[in-house]
């Protein structure tokens, strides 16, 4: 049946061309931006899922230049500590020379002198953007290291969290401890132990609290009244068995924790002073000696017996009594090379110095290297997730282009049936004539 009042050819032309203007709007759109999802409305899925990628691509953006800067700030402190040994190294040959008699001892401490003021200039230019690695001196929690962010990582609920690589300080400085003679906690006795007839005991150090700015004194407390076993007062730094907290602030051997050390850190120091002590004094490490052992000490005597012992005891002046954190290579202020007895003495102490510096050195340069992955890490991830966001809603421009070309032709076609439609009705006319 024919009318004139309703032309359904003419309306399916009309839906055809409207579906193909639709798509070809689509397809113009895709060339134009590239995507083929580029709103929420093209596929809401796609597009929630590389929106949530697309941030994660921003965040590592943001931790490649994080890791940037602590690349660059730990570069500088591994520089200067490495410029350091070498100083503490032409010291040390400066100590050998003055070992020679025929020396003149005075312009060698010279030379020692001009070269420690060197390692103080080094430490304090060693900084980057005011960050400075090679001091560690304050006594505020976490200021013993640095962060560096890494990473963020997104869990399967959807949360976010950083990852950061903590890099510690390691002090070279100069500078003097001092421990508060009065005031503050003292504690007499932390840990000790006592050499008899066994000729060894271990301190166990593990349980005790180390807080930047807590001192640490070892005592030590002979009884051999007659001498015949080992000369008491050179195993006395206490008037009496308990030591008191101005005899602790006094000792030779006592030490200032500095932020983020740990008990074996405590131990090696007390070790390490114990040693330079022993070569000062004189005295024989047969008759006593003391070394580390993880988080203790190890005391040990070739000559105490059931009646004469050796008491040893680790006592400590709390950080609420002000003490001042010194620098990790103070003893260079102690070296005095001008007379037979003190070159003796430093020459015990320089390699503790060097091999201080070094490790330092060593742990900047592994956190150099751990940063230093990461970072390429981060780079190969990121150009992961482009990829992947790419994979997801970017158009591909063949298929496109070829799409775009048949629907250009079915726009034709769809206007050609169009006019087709449209003209039909006018057939009509003949049979009026």
């Known amino acids: 049946m024919s009318s004139i009042l309703t032309n359904t050819g003419a309306m399916t032309a009309l839906q055809t061309l409207k579906m193909v203007n639709r798509d070809l709007g689509a397809t113009q759109g895709m060339i134009s931006t590239g995507k083929r999802v580029a709103t929420a409305k093209d596929?809401?899925?796609?597009w929630a899922i590389s929106k949530a990628m697309e941030s994660d691509v921003a965040g590592f953006k943001r931790i490649s230049d994080s890791l940037s800067l602590g690349q660059a700030t730990i570069d500088v402190a591994r520089n200067g500590a490495e410029t350091v040994t070498d100083l503490l190294t032409q010291i040390k040959g400066k100590i050998v020379a003055s070992q020679e008699e025929n020396v003149d001892r005075t312009k060698i401490q010279a030379d020692i002198d001009a070269l420690r003021d060197q390692v103080s200039a080094v430490v304090n230019a060693s900084q980057f953007n005011g960050q400075y690695m090679l001091q560690n001196t304050s006594t505020d929690a976490n200021s013993g290291g640095i962060n560096v962010l890494a990473s963020i990582d997104r869990a399967s609920d959807g949360s976010v969290t950083s990852t950061d690589i903590r890099v510690a300080k390691q002090d070279l400085g100069t500078g003097a401890q001092s421990v508060s003679a009065t005031g503050g906690t003292f504690t007499a006795s932390e840990?000790?132990?006592?050499?008899?007839?066994?000729?060894s005991v271990n301190i166990d150090l593990s349980g005790v609290?180390?807080?930047a700015g807590k001192a640490f004194a070892l005592q030590i407390f002979g009884t051999d009244a007659d001498d015949s076993s080992f000369t008491q007062a050179d195993y006395r730094n206490s008037a009496a068995a308990a030591m008191t907290q101005a005899e602790a602030a006094g000792?030779?051997?006592?030490?200032?924790?500095?932020?983020?050390e740990t008990a074996e850190d405590v131990a090696g120091k007390l070790a390490e002073m114990y040693a330079t002590y022993v070569a000062e004094q004189g005295l024989d490490t047969n008759d006593f000696n003391v070394t580390a052992n993880g988080s203790g000490l190890t005391v040990t005597s070739g000559v105490t017996n059931a009646t004469d012992t050796i008491a040893v005891t680790v006592a400590s002046v709390?950080?609420?009594?002000?003490?001042?954190?010194?620098?990790r290579l103070q003893a260079l202020a102690d070296i005095d090379v001008t007379t037979q007895s003190g070159a003796d003495?430093?020459?015990?102490?320089?390699?503790?110095?060097?091999?201080?510096?070094?490790?330092?050195?060593?742990?900047?340069?592994?956190?150099?290297?751990r940063i230093e992955t990461q970072s390429d890490f981060v780079t190969?991830?990121?150009?992961?997730?482009k990829s992947g966001i790419g994979t997801l809603v970017d158009a591909d421009m063949e298929e496109t282009s070829a799409r775009l070309q048949a629907l250009q032709v079915q726009q034709q076609l769809a206007v050609q049936a169009m006019s087709i439609a449209n003209n039909a009705p006018q057939s009509l006319l003949s049979l009026f004539r």
């Open 209 to 211: 609290t180390v807080e």
């Open 191 to 199: 840990a000790t132990g006592t050499l008899n007839a066994t000729q």
């Open 43 to 46: 596929n809401a899925a796609v």
């Open 345 to 369: 003495s430093a020459l015990a102490s320089i390699d503790g110095l060097i091999d201080t510096a070094i490790d330092s050195a060593a742990a900047f340069g592994s956190a150099q290297m």
């Open 318 to 327: 709390g950080a609420d009594a002000n003490n001042t954190i010194g620098g």
């Open 380 to 385: 190969g991830l990121t150009d992961a997730l």
């Open 251 to 260: 000792a030779s051997v006592v030490y200032v924790a500095r932020d983020g």
